[in-house]
């Protein structure tokens, strides 16, 4: 079975903090994923990679960074967390070509 | 303008009464078509994927078909185990690369 897996189930921040949010998959998949979703909003695509040190933006990458320095870990970066950044963060992975993409069971961030 | 529209967002029926829930798109040049289901505090889990138009799959009580502008996943006989938020995806030329562009979603509930 495809094993995704987040650093943190809940998390809570105050704004202004640096926030890091850890992905990690075991089955040697290409591209990788980070998504938000808000009630209204759906799932959107933040940032994706699809090789090491490869990263690309999505539909919102404001106020976020990525990284990505070993193929089985994927890093979601707020780099000064705001209350607008409160939300359900859900990583996934996929082999190159394929399109399929596997979630991890998402992180809930809360920035107060 | 949504790329990507499910309906109904909300749907109740009997344990064994059998519906349909539609995702209709507007983006060109469709290179897949993809069917989640997701659970209360959990990340997306994938059912299905389709290309093209004609294209059907199935999965126990679940039964994704497409045509060039939407698909439907029939669910024969539900059961209350099948209560789950149903999410639809695309990926299409012009997209960001291999990123999803999903819908808002259909919240099922079935009554025992």
């Not at chain 2, 938020?85 to 808002?104: E, H, I, N, R």
Request: with cysteine.
């Amino acid at each position: 079975d495809v094993k995704v897996t987040q650093s943190s189930r809940y998390l809570v921040k105050r704004t202004g903090e640096k926030v890091f949010l850890e992905c990690v998959q075991d089955m040697d998949h290409e591209n990788m994923f980070w998504y938000r979703q808000d009630p209204g909003l759906g799932l959107r695509l933040i940032y994706f990679s699809y090789d090491v040190k490869m990263k690309e933006k999505g539909d919102i990458p404001e106020g976020y960074s990525v990284s990505r320095e070993k193929k089985e870990r994927f890093s979601l970066i707020l780099e000064s967390a705001s209350t607008n950044q409160t939300s359900m963060y859900l990583c996934a992975s996929g082999f190159s070509g394929s399109y399929e993409q596997y979630f991890g069971p998402g992180t809930r961030l809360t920035v107060t | 303008e949504d790329q990507v529209t499910q309906s109904p967002e909300a749907l109740r029926l009997q344990e064994g009464e059998s519906s349909s829930l539609n995702c209709s798109y507007t983006v060109s040049g469709l290179r897949g078509l993809f069917w989640y289901r997701q659970d209360p505090g959990k990340g997306p889990e994938f059912l299905f994927t389709l290309y093209s138009a004609g294209e059907e799959k199935e999965k126990e009580r679940l039964k994704a078909t497409l045509t060039k502008k939407e698909s439907f996943l029939h669910i024969t006989a539900p059961k209350p185990e099948d209560s789950a938020t149903y999410l639809c995806a695309v990926l299409y030329s012009g997209g960001g690369a291999d990123g999803l562009t999903f819908g808002k979603g259909t919240h099922l509930i079935i009554q025992p």
